[in-house]
């Protein structure tokens, strides 16, 4: 992953130019979590996220997160399956899907946004399932 200046990713992530230098527009993510046992490091991540939000909307600034999409069932694909067909009713630009057992730092709406740019618009994350 290309290094950012810590401040650079909350500033590329609050707004997406267009390519025509018009004025930038709010970002809206929709996060979305295919559920059945929920782990305690995955609840302190989304409380951090929530906090991290919260402290942004006190200094005058909105929410990168506007939807929280939950969806439990026994069927991990469906489950999945069911988040993306409720972000396609939403107004949200960009899906985040995280599943119940994995721990996130909570800024890392900013740093895949940063990642991304303008350009793209699918962006996926190894997750290591053991010592490297």
Do not use: C
């Given at each position: 992953?290309?290094?950012?200046?810590?401040?650079?990713?909350?500033?590329?992530?609050?707004?997406?130019?267009?390519?025509?230098?018009?004025?930038?527009?709010?970002?809206?993510?929709?996060?979305?979590?295919?559920y059945g046992p929920?782990?305690?490091?995955?609840?302190?991540?989304?409380?951090?996220?929530?906090?991290?939000?919260?402290?942004?909307?006190?200094?005058?600034?909105?929410?990168?997160?506007?939807?929280?999409?939950?969806?439990?069932?026994?069927?991990?694909?469906?489950?999945?399956?069911?988040?993306?067909?409720?972000?396609?009713?939403?107004?949200?630009?960009?899906?985040?899907?995280?599943?119940?057992?994995?721990?996130?730092?909570?800024?890392?709406?900013?740093?895949?946004?940063?990642?991304?740019?303008?350009?793209?618009?699918?962006?996926?994350?190894?997750?290591?399932?053991?010592?490297?």
């Open positions: 992953m290309t290094k950012v200046h810590p401040m650079s990713l909350v500033n590329r992530a609050r707004r997406i130019l267009t390519s025509a230098g018009r004025p930038a527009r709010e970002v809206k993510v929709a996060l979305g979590y295919p929920i782990s305690a490091p995955f609840m302190d991540s989304l409380l951090a996220l929530r906090e991290r939000e919260v402290a942004g909307m006190v200094r005058g600034g909105s929410p990168l997160v506007r939807y929280r999409l939950p969806q439990g069932g026994i069927y991990v694909d469906h489950n999945r399956n069911m988040i993306a067909e409720r972000f396609f009713a939403t107004d949200a630009d960009w899906l985040l899907q995280i599943d119940t057992d994995i721990e996130f730092p909570p800024d890392i709406v900013e740093q895949l946004l940063a990642v991304a740019g303008d350009e793209k618009r699918v962006l996926a994350a190894s997750v290591p399932l053991g010592p490297p």
